[in-house]
């Protein structure tokens, strides 16, 4: 017995994840008849299952029992012993989409038939990896008395685990492993005592929060070796051992976030214990003492928790310790040279602690080390002085070598070559310098090579000499300015042509200047066809990208963002899903990038061709992309009508189409893109009236910006149907009429919490592994236009200015109690500023100014107490300002041209006659950016009296860096900043 546990046992560790000794192999005598009654039983059971890709073809009515896939019998019987159903699911995870579709497909479903009754005999049933979704597990199962052996785990079923499961009282495995939320649950644990022969458990998973019976079940399990409790939710530790002390070997009880609850005593009792896995609880504190007998550990992971000791000198006496994970703890001192006594293990990580020092020579005497990971600590130290040290016995062994930011410097040397092993190379982050030696081109395993964020001003293509079976390369940020030579590397026949495996390039963030056209041309881009992913943005390469059909046909994201190239743009495979090819120079029209292969479905979902010099009309080809989720095609010099198949990108969220040249009406087909977040057709030339379907199709719709463009006639009241619009800019069109007083119905403005948070503006959720660059939209607020992103999500502001709208300001303007920037300045207002405008308690910024508006100031205003911007200039308002510390302090210049008095005007303030031509205001054609100047003086007196009077509350980085570049220039910049 002894020695077959420990056989297992080192299965178990090697492969994580349970697989129980029974295979379902096929090794059936062919004398062997199969039983009638069986035959129809299974038969019957395969009626109920659905088995969308036909797995079960063989279970035939005609067919021949024998070769039925997944069925075995007792060889001399000949009844059915074990029921095989389980879906293929690699160990280590889907290695690609293709290969998580093929699972989907495969995964079994439907009901269960209790025909499985008349399997008398079977004693082995795995259902795992399948899609029994939302039902509970069937009871009956409880009553097939024979089974030894039940495998439901990842099998989708849901609800309460069945306490009859404590009537097969034959079990030695059981897996209950669930992966869904909510899953599976159990209200109490009695129904264990029925089981005493079990061996293995597995309830991972599993919410066992409500199981409150853990004390009277001591010794429950007296046979069990292996106990599995990831993520089961449990509160705290259960006190008791359900589990006979000296049996148990495995205990896993990974993921429950104990955090401040003691580890109770039994656990360090368990002397016989092989493998234990505390990792992700958040234990605090030094790393328990009274592990130090558990001496007999092979397997070790603390991973994820709050330990903050040294590392105690008694682990490094551990010599059975095959594995050993302390990542991620604040763990600090120095490892200790004694390691070299840690004789068994295999694989280390210490990163993301706060261990200084360095990585002691000792460690090169682990000769059955093939996994080291000490990132991101504290040490610091010559890399060439870590290569050394783990010559010693490594050099052919060693697989995995991580060492990201940890402070190394100096350059990689010639030894690197001698690890032939190595697959995974990851020293980024440091301050590695050049050269990079020739040797690291004969690590023929070499599969993953960071070298990103380094002092890298050079790479050679013989560097990458024989890397055969590299598949992900990285260079960005480092000081490279010779990167021809590296592309000159990648399309010679004699080094680079040997990357076949290649998928993923990254080189962004590096000085390089490149001339493609001076070079070789097409080769390049022949690569670049290997790629999946491709990211050389915010270089300076130029030059065209030669139109060949073939090019970039097996990238999925292409990032070439920030650059100089120039011409026309590229033609995309149905298999691109991100393209940036933003802030470049590509110039003609996009008729045959949009129309190329048009009837080849595209799978792109982000497309970004912002800032280039794209001009002309766009072509009627958007009918096959409608996998399109972002399109942002603003800043270009697009022009005529915007071609009706838009309305086929039935997925789009966001759409800009900001500062080009498009006119006619917005095409009506956009109303089939119901799920739009953001439109944005501000700065061109539209016309026509705002379509008043705008209000009915689009629930989700969060921004909506027209502005400078020719719209006309009213505001439909139709738009009030907006429940989720926060961002409304009307401004700089030709709108008359009055205000609708429905607006109060829109509910995002009216309420102050952010119930739709990044979620809508950060396209990286959608895909994967990819930053994309989150939404931003340029904004008029507080005087200032403003480009917000970060933030963009709690921003609520309303902006009609410049257009000819007339009556008065609706009072049920004032529900909206979240808004906070409301400016209706160069209109034909008239009537009183709504009583209660003091309700509107987030306001921070108000412009009324260029209106007929009268009357008194509402003393509420002076409650606004986030107010820092307030313009009420130009109207004919009279009496006294009421007095409050708030209205007092903004600048004179807010009230000028009324028949006001009081502070902050002075008695002897005469500028009342300064009244600037309503008719000659901000010229439509360039969105307003012309000036009287006379506001321009009055718009830097607030920007400065602002910056005093209130703290800022809608800051970005960029809001900074603008404020700044504005008091800068206060001569020509500021005409292009302030919008008044
Ligand atoms: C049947 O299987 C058992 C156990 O697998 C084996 O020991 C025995 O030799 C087999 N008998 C025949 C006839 O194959
Ligand atoms: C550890 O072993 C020592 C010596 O054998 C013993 O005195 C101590 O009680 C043990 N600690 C635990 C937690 O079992
Ligand atoms: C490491 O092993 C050596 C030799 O067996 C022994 O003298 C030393 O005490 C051990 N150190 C630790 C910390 O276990």
Redesign the pocket.
Known sequence: MEGCLGFLFLTFLIIPLPHYFIFCTEHIDSEVRCIDSERHAILKFKQDLIDPSNRLSSWAVDGDCCHWVGVIYHNLTAHVQQLCLRTFHPLGGFESEEQYEAYERSMFGGKLNPSLLDLKHLNYFDLSFNNFSTSPIPEFLSSIKSLTSLNLSNAGFVGVIPHQLGNLSNLLYLNLKSSIFPGLYVNNLQWLLGLPLLQHLDMSGVDLSKASDWLQLTNTLPSLFDLRLSYSQLPFIPPTLIVNFSSLLTLDLSENQFGNTLIPSWIFGLCNLVSLDLSENYFQGPIPIDLQNMTSLRHLDLSLNNFNSSIP??L??FSHLEFLNLRYNNLQGII?S?I??LTSTFSIDLSENELGGKLPRSLGNLCNLREIKFSSNNGSQEISEILESLLVCLSDRLEILRLFNSQLYDHLTDELGLFKNLAVLDPANNSISSPLPLSLGSLSSLGYLDLSNNLFNEIVPQNFGQLSKLHTLHIESNMLEHYTKIMEGAISKSHFSNLTRLTTFFAFGNQLTLNISDMIPPSIWNLSSLFIYLNLSHNQINGEIPNNPSILSTSSVIDLSSNHFKGSLPYISSSVIVLDLSDNSFSKSISSFLCFKMNDSKSIGYLNLEKNNLSRKIPDCWMKWNSLVVLNLANNNFSGSFPTSIGSLTLLKSLHLYNNKFFGNLPSSLRNCEKLVIIDVAKNEFVGSIPSWIGHRFSSLMILNLHSNNFHDHIPKELCALASLQILDLSHNKLSRGIPGCVKNFSAMATKNNSNPDMSFNHSNYYVGETLPLESELLVIKGKALEYSTILHLVKCIDFSNNSLSGEIPKEVTSLQGLQSLNLSYNFFIGSIPENIGAMGSLESIDFSMNQLSGQIPSSMSSLTFLSHLNLSNNNFTRKIPLSTQLQSFNALGFIGNKLCGLPLSNNFTINDVNPDKENKGSKHNGGLEVDWFFVSMALAFVVGFWGVCGPLLLNKQWIIMYFQFLDHTGYKLKSLVLL
Do not use: F, H, I, L
């Open positions: 000198n008694w490094y006496s200790s004694a070299r006594n």
